[in-house]
C-alpha cells in the first residue's frame, strides 16, 4: 500500500511532535496491526530513508510503547549525520545506523541500501514492512543536504519493494518529507515506476477484493461421504 497523502510523521511520537510532524503514524500502523491481528502481525521492520534520523519512532521504541503493546521493532535508518534533530536518545533504539555525510549521492546512498537492507530482512524476518520513503534527500533540497538524484529515488524505492515483496512481506509506503518543487514529480513518477515493475495496483486491488460467498459457503460445507463399498 502506499498512503499518498500527508503521511510518514516519523519526529512525533506518543509523547510530543517534532519537526513539522505532528502525530505518530509510523507508531499507530504497529499499534494498530498488533490490536487487529494480533496472531499474524507481531515483527514489524520500520525502514526510514528520509534525510533525516528518523527520532519519534525511535523514541517510543526506546520508551518502551512496542514492547508493552507486544511487537518487536527492527529499525533501520539511513539519514544525513550532520542534520536535525541529532538525537542521541533515540538513536540508541536503531538496529541498522546508517550515517550519511552531508552531500552524500547516489553511490553511497544505493550501496549501503543495497549491501545492507536485504541482509536485515533476512535476520529479522519481519511480518510487515513499514518504509518511510522521505525524498529531502533529493539533491537540492534545502533542508536534506544530500545529492540523491531523482533517477537514485526510483532505484532506492525499488530495491525495498523488490526485497520486500521477493520475500512476500507486506508493506506500506508513506512519502514523508521533501522541500522542493520538484519533489512532487520525483515521487509520481517512481510510484508509476513501482506500478510497471511490480504492478503495484493489482496487488491493491487483489488485497481489497471482498471473498466470494460462494466460495465461502463451498469451504463451509462437510465432505461428502464416502461410497459405499461393494458387498463381497
Known sequence: AINIGPAGHHHCSARQSGGFCFYADISLVIVELRRLFPDR?????????????????????RDGLFERKGAEVFIFDMYNRDIY?????????????????????DDEYIKML????????????PD???????????????????RVSPEGIAKRDEIVFGESLERNIPLVMLPSG??????????????????????????ARDALKPPD???????????AAAPAADPV
Open 85 to 105: 534533530p541529532n538525537d542521541h536518545y533515540a538513536r540508541q533504539a536503531i538496529d541498522f545506523d546508517g550515517q550519511l555525510a552531508s552531500l552524500a549521492g
Open 128 to 146: 510487515f514492512v513499514i518504509y518511510n520513503a522521505g525524498t529531502d534527500c533529493l539533491r537540492g533540497d534545502p533542508l536534506g543536504a544530500l
Open 41 to 61: 502481525m507481531k515483527k514489524f521492520f520500520i525502514v526510514d530513508l528520509d534525510a533525516h534520523q528518523g527520532n519519534g519512532h525511535e523514541r517510543d521504541k
Open 213 to 223: 460467498p460462494a466460495a465461502s459457503q463451498e469451504d463451509a460445507q462437510p465432505p
Open 178 to 203: 521533501g522541500y522542493t518543487k520538484e519533489n512532487a514529480e520525483v515521487i509520481t513518477n517512481s510510484i508509476l515506476d513501482l506500478d510497471v515493475n511490480f504492478n503495484i495496483r493489482q496487488i
Open 114 to 125: 543495497q549491501d545492507n537492507f536485504g541482509r536485515c530482512l533476512d535476520e529479522f524476518k
